[in-house]
């Protein structure tokens, strides 16, 4: 399996942006279909993005589309999440996760990061 490690998290004023980043390590990156998870006190784990080996393909979350930009960047094993507009909902730990394969989709991940807190006041 493929290493990851999250970073770039903190505590936001609601409107403000953050970009998260997820560093992987130990397989080959471009192999791996990429996506972001969240999970906010108390709730269950929730999908966030996912990304394409080759970057090509999105999908995003309704809750996050069109204010979240998932990105990745191969030569640098690494995946990014540009946030905007940010809110207080937007409030959870956030994942990376990496699954082997090809076509982009929100399920079948088996690798995880540790998460980054993101909190966002009001």
């Known amino acids: 399996q493929v290493q990851l490690g999250e970073s770039g998290g903190g505590l936001v004023q609601a409107g403000a942006s953050l970009t998260l980043s997820c560093a992987a390590s130990g397989r080959t990156f471009s192999n791996y279909v990429m996506g972001w998870f969240r999970q906010a006190p108390g709730k269950e784990r929730e999908f966030v993005a996912a990304?394409?080996?080759?970057?090509?393909?999105?999908l995003y979350a309704d809750s996050v589309k069109g204010r979240f930009t998932i990105s990745r960047d191969n030569a640098r094993n690494t995946m990014y999440l540009q946030m905007s507009n940010l809110n207080p909902d937007d409030t959870a730990v956030y994942y990376c996760?990496?699954?082997?394969?090809?076509?982009?989709?929100?399920?079948?991940?088996?690798?995880w990061g540790q998460g980054t807190q993101v909190t966002v006041s009001s």
């Open positions: 990304i394409n080996r080759n970057g090509g393909s999105t």
């Open positions: 996760a990496a699954r082997y394969g090809v076509f982009v989709g929100s399920t079948g991940f088996d690798s």
